[in-house]
């Protein structure tokens, strides 16, 4: 059996979805609203759930408004919940979502897991917003050492009607809690975005540290964006 301790099979939860943060160029592709997260700062969903609890804070650079977020989780009773808080400047409203997300198969070291995951999330003075329903996969290769994430996930955005949403994400461990990562998404019509990033735990299973690069696929920096946060991981219960 993995270790769901180990900092790379640990889920981040929530992330700004491109419904839920239309400004944020919608980065990631599903997993709330209209993305699918794995651990920060992954876009794409991974199968598994948070241990006990954890604290997701990040501030996100975007060509737009910037954005500042909070997303506490704690699994109970086989179900992650999630909530999550963005403060947004240039004076746009404050973003808020809520998700749920359980295992339909336990990952195992050098096998493969499943979960099911439902988000919606909607602006500040109206609960009208985004939901998304995501299928994620995670397979585990070479002890862990190798890890593959497949999204695939169904949308209903108040602003952009119905899309299908997909990514795929790989992850490498170069050294002892320390993970590189690479993937792509899609989240609407037109051409999918890529996200790169890295993040270590500098005190094990209690701290993360991340940075990550975005952009979409067509050459062009002007829906480019940066994104810096932290995970606490504690016990609530």
Not at 120 to 145: C, I, K, M, P
Not at 154 to 159: E, G, L, T, V
Not at 191 to 218: C, H, M, T, V, W
Not at 220 to 230: K, R, T
Request: net charge negative.
């Amino acid at each position: 059996m993995y270790t769901k301790n180990h900092v790379a099979l640990r889920d981040a939860t929530v992330a700004p979805t491109k419904s839920l943060s239309m400004t944020a160029l919608a980065v990631f592709f599903m997993g709330l609203s209209s993305l699918a997260n794995a651990g920060r700062p992954l876009i794409t969903d991974d199968a598994t759930l948070v241990d006990d609890c954890q604290l997701e804070s990040w501030w996100q650079r975007n060509r737009g408004p910037n954005e500042f977020w909070l997303v506490p989780a704690c699994q109970v009773a086989g179900v992650e919940w999630g909530f999550g808080y963005a403060s947004q400047t240039a004076g746009e409203p404050d973003l808020y979502e809520l998700s749920a997300k359980t295992e339909l198969r336990a990952l195992e070291t050098n096998g493969w897991g499943a979960t099911i995951g439902f988000s919606h999330g909607f602006e500040q003075g109206s609960f009208r917003g985004d939901q998304h329903l995501n299928l994620a996969v995670t397979h585990s290769f070479a002890d862990d050492a190798w890890l593959l994430h497949s999204n695939l996930g169904y949308a209903n955005n108040r602003d952009a009607g119905n899309e299908v949403t997909a990514g795929i994400a790989l992850e490498r461990e170069v050294m002892a809690n320390h993970w590189a990562f690479a993937e792509v998404f899609r989240e609407a019509a037109g051409r999918p975005f890529y996200q790169l990033g890295y993040r270590f735990e500098p005190k094990a299973d209690r701290l993360q540290l991340d940075i990550s690069y975005g952009n979409r696929l067509s050459g062009s920096a002007n829906e480019h964006w940066i994104s810096a946060g932290f995970v606490v991981y504690f016990s609530a219960f």
